[in-house]
Each structure stands twice: as C-alpha cells, then as structure tokens.
C-alpha cells in the first residue's frame, strides 16, 4: 500500500450515520467507511474515496448483533483477508480486540490504559465541565504481535467535538498484514465510539 506514517482518522461529528476516513501524511484519503443504520447483521463497504465510488474492502459480521461477532474481512475478489473479534467479557474493562487469519490470531489490540475511559467516564457527567472532556481524556490503543512487540499506536488526539486519532506505525509490516490491522482499527473504533 506504501502509506505515508503517521495516518490521521477523523469520525465525522455531526451525521447520523457513523462516518470515518483515514487520510496519509500527504492528506491523500486512504480509506472511507460511511455505516448503515440500523442494519441486523453488520455490512460495511470501506472505499478508497469519499464519493465512495471505489470499493476497496467489505467488512461482514458473522452473525445478528452480537457482544462476540467476528467481522471479517474481504477484497473485492470476495476473498476474506483475515478477522477481528471483540475477546468478549475481557473487553468490559479493557478493550481488547483480537484479529485473525484463518483461524490464528495474528494481532491483538488493547486499551493501553482502561483509567482513561473510567475518568473520561466521570468527568463528562460533570455539568459544563464535562464537554471538555475531548480535551483532557484521550485514549490510546496498541497493536501487538502475540510475542506482545507493538507494531502500530492508535492515540486520540486533544479536541472539542471531534474524534481524530492518530495512527503511528512501530515496526514493518507487510501489505496484507496492514490491510488487516487498519481494517480492524476501523471496525473497533466504530464499536468502541460510544467509549471515548
């Protein structure tokens, strides 16, 4: 893919149906995802543009709104290229994602500190205050090989009333491997946005 690190992904605040895209470091849009509502079984098409006139990548769930889902992955030859599942009652309090090939987990994505939603949590009940808390609270996720080495860092960056992450890449990895871990980074953040 010979992507420009470090990645910025943006939520688009204001619509009603959850929109994201990821850009490079030359601003070139990399992947656009713009889910359905109230789907059953989750479907999403990611595209290489905002027109959305190129599909690049679907993500299916493997079963009807589920804690435990597995959402896969496919190119647009209908092959899937790997998976990633939500480790269920683990993730209660601390987000942890696991991401497949086949049936191997290749990857695990974890809340680097589970402090901060708790905090973030709390501070945003506070009247007034808490609308600054986009500022003051910003969790950070990592990606790690089950050798626990980290290859990529997810991180909110500070805002008010916007959600953009940045996302750094620690070690190489090859194509497909890439593919898998910003497709599962995509997937988490549009299960986790309700978090932080």
Do not use: C
């Amino acid at each position: 893919m010979a992507m420009q690190y470090p990645l910025e992904l943006t939520f688009k605040f204001w619509s009603l149906a959850p929109q994201m895209s990821i850009k490079d470091a030359n601003e070139n849009t990399l992947f656009y995802i713009r889910q359905k509502l109230f789907k059953l079984k989750e479907a999403i098409g990611v595209f290489a543009d905002a027109e959305r006139s190129q599909l690049v990548y679907e993500i299916k769930a493997d079963r009807i709104i589920d804690f435990s889902a597995r959402y896969n992955f496919f190119n647009t030859h209908g092959e899937n290229i790997g998976a990633v599942k939500r480790r269920g009652l683990k993730s209660i309090w601390r987000a942890r994602y696991d991401i497949y090939r086949g049936d191997e987990v290749v990857f695990t994505i974890q809340e680097e500190n589970p402090w901060v939603k708790i905090a973030d949590s709390l501070f945003a009940e506070i009247p007034i205050v808490g609308i600054f808390t986009g500022y003051v609270f910003n969790p950070t996720y990592l990606v790690q090989r089950p050798d626990e080495s980290t290859v990529m860092k997810l991180s909110k960056k500070p805002a008010f009333l916007s959600r953009i992450f940045n996302i750094k890449q620690i070690d190489r990895l090859s194509d497909i491997e890439e593919a898998e871990v910003l497709l599962s980074l995509m997937m988490m953040l549009l299960l986790e946005r309700n978090r932080g």
